[in-house]
């Protein structure tokens, strides 16, 4: 199962470098200014605890850093990276918490 778990964790990962790459387009069509470098940083740091937490084998701390990505990184696409972000995140707790449950006799 932790397979899957890795297999997931990719696309995490990919998801959140694509918001990351989108979201910094958009800010830098907007302007800069300091509430959108705020906000850059913010999102640069979500990306680097997704790698982070797949890189350690954390994967709830890489999931959660993937879904704070989809909610702050502003895009045109309107709230469906928020809602893909979610998707991703309930589907790498839940087989997290499946494989905790049933393979701790292995």
Do not use: H, N
């Not at 069509?29 to 990306?47: D, H, N, Q, W």
């Not at 909610?71 to 991703?88: H, K, R």
């Amino acid at each position: 199962m932790t397979k899957y778990l890795r297999i997931l964790m990719g696309f995490c990962q990919g998801f959140s470098v694509i918001m990351f790459v989108l979201g910094m387009a958009t800010l830098f069509k907007v302007g800069i200014e300091p509430a959108s470098i705020g906000i850059a940083v913010i999102g640069l740091i979500t990306v680097v605890l997704t790698f982070y937490g797949a890189r350690t084998q954390r994967y709830l701390l890489g999931v959660a850093g993937t879904l704070a990505t989809g909610l702050i990184m502003p895009t045109t696409l309107g709230i469906t990276p928020m809602i893909v972000g979610f998707i991703l995140f309930i589907l790498v707790v839940s087989l997290q918490l499946f494989i905790s449950i049933f393979d701790e006799g292995k």
